[in-house]
Nanobody, 120 residues
Framework: QVQLVESGGGLVQPGESLRLSCTAS????????MAWYRQAPGQQRELVAN???????NYLNPVKGRFTVSRDHAKSTVYLQMNSLKPEDTAVYYC??????????????WGQGTQVTVSS
């Protein structure tokens, strides 16, 4: 079994910061791409940022310059540092990882989601 466990969401005021963390646990060989998605009420889930196994990153245009995705291979953890938060960043944030397990084809895994609310 593989689980992605997220932490770090909460309620903040506009302009403040939050750091999300997501750790993969269980039995696996390689964690390939990792990413953060978000879904606001009534909207589709969208990719916020991703990071490859080689550390190459991509960002959703509205978060460029404010959010930073990083990972710690030794801890199988991905982070999302969110600065200068805006009310439009309010959403449930989901962690994603593409993981290879022994004797299986690589698969997609998702975290349970963590709520981020930006409001004054």
């Amino acid at each position: 079994q593989v689980q992605l466990v997220e932490s770090g969401g909460g309620l903040v005021q506009p302009g403040e910061s939050l750091r999300l963390s997501c750790t993969a646990s269980g039995s696996f060989l390689i964690v390939n791409d990792m990413a953060w998605y978000r879904q606001a009420p009534g909207q589709q889930r969208e990719l916020v940022a991703n990071i490859s196994i080689d550390g190459i990153t991509n960002y959703l245009n509205p978060v460029k310059g404010r959010f930073t995705v990083s990972r710690d291979h030794a801890k199988s953890t991905v982070y999302l540092q969110m600065n200068s938060l805006k009310p439009e960043d309010t959403a449930v944030y989901y962690c994603y990882a593409h993981i290879l397990r022994l004797l299986e084809a690589p698969k997609d895994y998702w975290g349970q989601g963590t709520q981020v609310t930006v409001s004054s």
